[in-house]
């Protein structure tokens, strides 16, 4: 089946400049997470999705950022205002169940490469 | 709170060889999973292999083996017979239960021909 998929796969924009990344998790998994990787560093946790809630939106770094999920599917990042230190790779992975047990492997995309100049 | 440690951020390895990637954590779980990701240049995060905290046996998956050694909390990936394509960076990941995973810093693993 399909797994994970993301868009725009590069987006490269203007400091100040809104940018909406998406990703369309695999189908019926029920938690969605985001997750952002600078150059040559670790993955660094921002939001998770249990359905369409966001029980806890303090991964992400500032209020620019923000999220949502429609139709338990879905799920758009949106950046305001950008700047140069959200230059980075976007990715975003679903689980069936947000749980315990191998049924919460997260499955990854592609991610989105994001360069702010 | 979780915690992963992966004290070798490189690691080279022959062609065909065996090659062990150290991964310990930290958890006050007493039921939890341990995952393994591959991340070759392409970006992609790739699910190689899981462990449950109270399987009996280590996990295998092909080339892929945990050897887990639950009271010294590691989960060390030992790749056999390695091969080039096996170049990447590894992750050690454990979940924070309802929330998110929690990865270590890596591993950058590159197989010499």
């Known amino acids: 089946g399909a797994g994970v998929s993301q868009s725009p796969s590069n987006k490269v924009t203007e400091k100040g400049k809104d940018v909406e990344l998406r990703c369309d998790p695999i189908s019926g998994h029920t938690a969605l997470y985001w997750y952002r990787q600078r150059l040559g560093q670790g993955l660094e946790f921002l939001i998770y999705f249990q359905g369409n809630s966001a029980p806890d939106k303090s991964g992400l770094p500032s209020d620019r950022f923000s999220a949502e999920r429609t139709g338990e599917s879905v799920s758009t990042l949106t950046i305001q205002r950008t700047q140069q230190e959200d230059s980075a790779v976007y990715l975003c992975?679903?689980?069936?169940?947000?749980?315990?047990?191998?049924?919460?492997?997260?499955?990854f995309g592609p991610g989105t490469r994001l360069l702010v100049l | 709170a979780q915690k992963i440690t992966q004290t070798q951020p490189g690691m080279f390895v022959q062609e065909k060889e065996a090659v062990t990637l150290d991964c310990t954590y930290d958890?006050?779980?007493?039921?939890?999973?341990l995952f393994w990701y591959k991340q070759p240049s392409s970006g992609e995060m790739i699910f190689l292999i899981y462990?449950?905290?109270?399987?009996?046996q280590n996990a295998t998956e092909g080339r892929y083996s945990l050897n887990f050694q639950k009271a010294r909390k590691s989960a060390n990936l030992v790749i056999s017979a390695s091969q080039l394509g096996d170049s990447a960076m590894y992750f050690c990941a454990i979940p924070n239960y309802g929330q998110n995973f929690v990865f270590g810093p890596g591993t950058r693993l590159s197989v010499l021909p």
């Open positions: 462990q449950g905290s109270y399987d009996e």
């Open positions: 992975a679903s689980s069936s169940v947000l749980g315990r047990g191998r049924q919460e492997t997260q499955y």
């Open positions: 958890t006050s779980d007493q039921s939890y999973g």
